[in-house]
């Protein structure tokens, strides 16, 4: 799962944490550190990388990493 290989890097990178190995269920409270100004590096991070951008509806319907990834996934495959 290369998409989903790809989003654990950005995780890994903006939290500083090599260890991290995300889930599609995994929310901001599963990673040490995921607080409002790291989601915005989050999504800044995912934004540069995919070459996308999300809107602010989209922004605040993700619940999980599991919407992120079919977020992602529908705007890169658009």
């Known amino acids: 799962?290369?998409?989903?290989?790809?989003?654990?890097?950005?995780?890994?990178?903006?939290?500083?944490?090599?260890?991290?190995?995300?889930?599609?269920?995994m929310t901001a409270n599963?990673?040490?550190?995921?607080?409002?100004?790291?989601?915005?590096?989050?999504i800044t991070a995912v934004e540069s990388h995919?070459?996308?951008r999300f809107t602010q509806k989209e922004l605040l319907?993700?619940?999980?990493v599991g919407d992120l990834f079919k977020t992602i996934k529908c705007k890169i495959e658009e």
């Open 1 to 25: 799962m290369e998409l989903l290989d790809s989003l654990n890097n950005i995780f890994c990178k903006v939290f500083d944490d090599d260890t991290i190995k995300i889930t599609l269920e």
């Open 61 to 64: 319907t993700l619940r999980n």
């Open 50 to 52: 995919f070459k996308i």
């Open 30 to 42: 599963d990673i040490d550190g995921w607080d409002s100004l790291s989601h915005v590096n989050l």
